[in-house]
């Protein structure tokens, strides 16, 4: 019986140990591998490579260095004072600065503290000789840009986790953060490192290649900061854009920072980016959209006699004036070469409501570009049923709608490559994979942007942009000028958004080129005296790096001045414009040629009778019928050379 008892006992106690071991081993297994790692394991994360930022060329704009930085655990410090001091003398940094820093960290029980970050390898040498278990250097990595300033708008930053904040750092984070790889390391009871073994493998960051070129890009900095300096503006920017395939060429904001430098504070003016990210009034530029839609919706052409009521307009009790003086009725290319805003009234009326918003929206305005940047402005452009009584007078001269000057490029491109509407783009190439543009919508009639063209022409040639010109290349753009809008005062001020947006040659347009200058004063901040020489700088550049051939010869004859009396016109109009309240419809345009270059005397016409003396006109920017038409109502024989639009004449 003691036998059968012991052998019971037995089988019990090694039941209980058998079911224990099922338990332990099988049951919870897991659970206690799990508990054993969490004390003898730590999952070490490592950081991937951000991926290198490049221009069209390959020509690095952002990269990651691999640097070192000391961190320390105040806990584990056996002497505040002592070990403060001996870091303090090493890693070069104040003392009492450093010692107040751990104090603090030790006081709130904290167990982590940056001491320094980026050491050079000479301070990592000298720390690591101490052999000191409480002081820990990690290899970190850091963003670099290496040509300081330029393209930080386009390119933006990093906080201080490696992940972007601004610009193609932070649209494509993503990408270009790649994926950790996680080790784990064994240690032992003091959390010494024994053995270390990869638990899963990362992916470095993708190479992300832009179309902006560099060397474009830095003309475009250099003038647009140039301009805002002598013009006194508050801001500016540029954008140069391939109006066939949308691919933004260079992307200018100012005033700009160094994207390897922390923010100077919380408002820091220099990190907004005016060309995507503001949006303004765009004054007389719009008229293009404003003749374009004529173009398409009534029977109106270029050369389509426009009543301009000697520049005074009264509209449902609202004046509106030409701020360069009046014009009587004129061709409809008159209208825009001269910026006349009673003209561009009178076209818009013709157009309508809905047709006007209809062609405004079929331009991209009021609606985001889609380019690869974060904070993107999408303008203002109110629903029609919004729109108040004298609204499509506004609009059709450029007010009562807010614009971008990406936005300005976009719809520059319209005209230029024949009636399409093009997103503009930032990335050319991601991860070594080419981006394919977003497919054209069509939204004028490829007559209608030759036509646009032809009249742009005269803009350059003999209107308001006239310092536009360039050498060896033909040209067309527009010129604005709009008043800024005192929303607290309710009224317009006296300063301006001078703007220029333009392309080149005017043929086969290889670039657009945007400007804009805000806020500057007086008439020399004008569209056509500040925005139109950047346009000519920029624009010269970008077609020599382009390698586009020539249209013209190098040298075109000089652009004719206007004598005193009509300078003294213009400056008067400006003058009596500013003395008063400014109207909510009035937008003053730089027309340095409002009026019409005077006559140069000539010699009598061969075809004329002998006995008298003709003022040869100035046939320049106009087409060839208007020429012949011209000629014959004075009574002058013209050989014409070529076709389109006049260009040079000869005598002057």
């Not at 624009?539 to 005193?564: F, G, M, N, Y």
Request: proline letters at 6%.
């Amino acid at each position: 019986r003691r036998l059968t008892w012991v052998a019971g006992l037995v089988f019990v106690w090694g039941a209980a140990i058998f079911y224990n071991l099922i338990k332990l081993q099988i049951v919870h297994h897991q659970d206690y591998v799990q508990k054993a790692r969490a004390r003898q394991e730590h999952l070490i994360q490592i950081p991937a490579a951000r991926g290198p930022i490049l221009d069209r060329t390959g020509r690095p704009l952002a990269m990651s260095l691999s640097t070192q930085s000391v961190t320390v655990d105040p806990l584990k410090l056996p002497d505040l004072k002592l070990n403060s001091s001996l870091l303090a003398n090493q890693l070069h940094l104040d003392e009492a600065e450093l010692y107040g820093r751990i104090k603090a960290t030790f006081d709130s029980h904290r167990g982590f503290l940056w001491v320094k970050r980026d050491i050079t390898p000479q301070e990592a040498q000298n720390l690591g000789g101490l052999n000191l278990d409480w002081i820990h250097i990690q290899s970190e990595s850091q963003r670099h840009y290496p040509k300081g300033t330029l393209a930080a708008h386009v390119l933006g930053g990093v906080d201080f986790a490696e992940s972007g904040n601004a610009g193609i750092e932070k649209a494509l984070d993503a990408e270009l953060r790649g994926e950790r790889s996680q080790a784990r390391l064994l240690t032992d009871a003091r959390h010494r490192g024994i053995d270390q073994q990869l638990a899963s493998e990362g992916r470095a960051g993708a190479t992300i290649t832009l179309t902006i070129d560099e060397r474009l890009q830095f003309v475009a900095e250099r003038e647009i900061a140039a301009a805002v300096e002598a013009h006194n503006a508050v801001s500016g920017s540029v954008v140069v854009m391939n109006p066939y395939d949308g691919q933004v060429l260079a992307l200018a904001s100012y005033p700009t920072y160094d994207p390897n430098e922390p923010p100077a504070s919380v408002n820091d003016k220099g990190r907004e980016n005016h060309a995507t990210g503001v949006s303004f009034e765009p004054g007389s530029v719009f008229k293009v959209i404003t003749l374009s839609a004529a173009l398409e919706t009534t029977n109106l052409g270029p050369d389509s006699l426009i009543n301009c009521h000697g520049g005074v307009l009264t509209l449902f009790t609202r004046t509106i004036h030409d701020s360069h003086g009046g014009m009587g009725i004129v061709p409809m290319r008159d209208v825009l070469a001269h910026s006349s805003n009673i003209g561009a009234i009178e076209i818009g009326l013709q157009v309508g409501r809905e047709k006007m918003y209809e062609y405004v929206r079929r331009f991209g305005f009021g609606q985001k570009t889609g380019i690869t940047l974060p904070g993107e402005d999408k303008g203002r452009l109110r629903r029609l049923a919004l729109w108040g009584a004298t609204s499509l007078a506004s609009i059709s001269m450029g007010q009562e709608i807010s614009v971008t000057t990406l936005q300005l490029a976009q719809a520059a491109a319209v005209v230029a490559n024949g009636g399409l509407l093009v997103k503009p783009r930032l990335v050319l190439k991601n991860a070594g994979q080419a981006t394919s543009p977003a497919p054209p919508l069509r939204a004028i009639q490829p007559e209608t942007a030759i036509k646009m063209r032809q009249m742009m022409e005269g803009v350059v040639l003999v209107g308001t942009g006239k310092g536009a010109r360039l050498e060896g290349y033909t040209a067309g753009g527009k010129t604005g000028s709009a008043q800024i809008y005192d929303y607290a005062a309710h009224h317009y001020t006296h300063t301006y958004n001078g703007t220029f947006m333009g392309f080149a040659p005017l043929t086969n347009p290889a670039v657009v080129v945007v400007v804009t200058l805000n806020g500057t004063h007086g008439q020399a901040g004008f569209g056509g005296a500040a925005a139109a020489p950047v346009f000519r700088a920029v624009a010269t550049e970008a077609l020599r790096i382009l390698d586009v051939p020539k249209d013209l010869p190098d040298r075109q004859p000089a652009t004719p001045t206007l004598i005193a009396k009509n300078q003294a016109i213009d400056d008067l109009a400006i003058a009596d414009l500013g003395s008063k309240q400014p109207n909510i419809l009035e937008d003053p345009e730089d027309e340095d040629a409002a009026a019409a270059p005077a006559p140069a005397p000539a010699a009598a016409n061969s075809a004329a009778p002998a006995a008298k003396q003709s003022a040869v006109p100035n046939f320049r920017g106009m087409s060839l019928r208007a020429v012949l038409s011209e000629a014959a109502a004075r009574g002058l024989t013209v050989q014409p050379d070529g076709s389109g639009i006049a260009r040079v004449q000869d005598p002057p």
